[in-house]
């Protein structure tokens, strides 16, 4: 297939820049996935759908307030770093701009001097290894000065950090949030597990690469990021147990939805605790082996999620989808809508 097969026109002012209070307000469109079928409801509603027995997948990431804005030792020349990847040690692989004073063996000051970091080297697409030097708490540095890594179309600024975190999130790594996550509230989770659903947690820290623009035409020939997931022994228990009752697994965003596919993949299908990184590509034609169930929010168009979600709802299911959620003036992208497929 070719990326443009995944184009569809979203005027600007359909994209959500601030989130809806309170969280489970949100719009819910429902596409069942073997008709094509579409239905309007709230987020709230979501209990309707779920069914004792079933098991529901989250990813418990939280994000790191990885935008650091500090200045160049020497020259005073301003500078912003963006936290990618830990690499031990307390160096990072961080994106920096502008690039050309981010040259190795540069230094630069963040926080008053609160956090010190030197260039090591530059990396694959531009990208920095930098060593940081503080003194305390790495992370409570981190939550006095950085700022939350909001995606480029959201120019409004964010008045509460919490808000783009979800509200189960607690293994702090990831670069952006897993945002299907945003629109449940401690007391909708409640509801849920007292219908008699299992709660189930994946961790899948979410890399900047998830915003990285698909640029081939054939989209077998885009490279994935890698990102860095686990699979807890509670988890796994809980998800098997619900294949092996007949029940549903529904993965709450791609990111959990990529988590279970790559633990199938790597361990001939069976679903067991274990972590690595993945970089599984999902797109039309793909296979599931765990998967029944899906809640996401809405995608840019020709990215990979979209491609995630048209592989399992089925491309024209999910492309007509989009087009009745732009008619409706459903709300895009993060801080948006949602939608559950099953």
């Not at 939550?143 to 890594?149: L, S, V």
């Not at 909708?188 to 640029?215: C, D, M, S, W, Y």
């Not at 809405?298 to 709802?313: D, G, N, Q, R, Y």
Request: proline share 5%; net charge negative.
């Amino acid at each position: 297939m070719k990326r443009s097969d995944f184009f569809y026109q979203l005027p600007k002012e359909l994209i959500a820049q601030i989130p809806v209070e309170p969280r489970d307000a949100s719009r819910l469109l429902v596409l069942n996935k073997k008709t094509g079928s579409v239905g309007h409801r709230h987020f709230y509603d979501i209990v309707d759908y779920l069914e004792p027995g079933d098991c529901l997948v989250l990813n418990d990431s939280r994000v790191l307030p990885a935008r650091l804005y500090g200045t160049q030792e020497g020259t005073g020349a301003r500078v912003e770093f963006l936290l990618l990847t830990p690499r031990g040690n307390d160096i990072w692989e961080v994106l920096a701009g502008p690039g050309k004073k981010a040259r190795p063996g540069a230094t630069f000051v963040f926080g008053g001097g609160l956090l010190k970091a030197e260039v090591l080297e530059v990396v694959e697409d531009g990208n920095r290894l930098v060593q940081f030097s503080y003194n305390g708490n790495f992370y409570e540095i981190l939550d006095q000065i950085g700022k939350m890594p909001l995606p480029h179309y959201i120019t409004e600024e964010l008045k509460d950090n919490e808000r783009y975190q979800n509200v189960y999130a607690h293994e702090v790594g990831s670069a952006a949030a897993p945002t299907a996550g945003l629109h449940f509230t401690p007391e909708l989770l409640e509801k849920i597990k007292n219908k008699g659903v299992q709660v189930a947690f994946v961790t899948l820290h979410v890399g900047l690469g998830t915003f990285r623009p698909v640029k081939v035409d054939n989209i077998q020939e885009h490279k994935m990021h890698s990102e860095h997931y686990a699979l807890h022994p509670d988890a796994a228990e809980a998800i098997r147990a619900a294949k092996a009752a007949g029940k549903r697994v529904i993965a709450v965003g791609t990111t959990s939805c990529r988590t279970l596919e790559s633990v199938a993949s790597a361990n001939g299908g069976k679903i067991q605790a274990c972590e690595g990184w993945t970089d599984i590509f999902i797109y039309p034609g793909y296979e599931f082996k765990v998967l029944d169930g899906l809640i996401t929010n809405f995608h840019l168009p020709e990215s990979t999620l979209i491609m995630l979600v048209s592989a399992f709802a089925g491309y024209e299911h999910t492309m007509n989808a989009y087009h009745v959620a732009v008619e409706e003036k459903y709300r895009f992208f993060s801080f948006g809508d949602a939608m559950l497929v099953v």
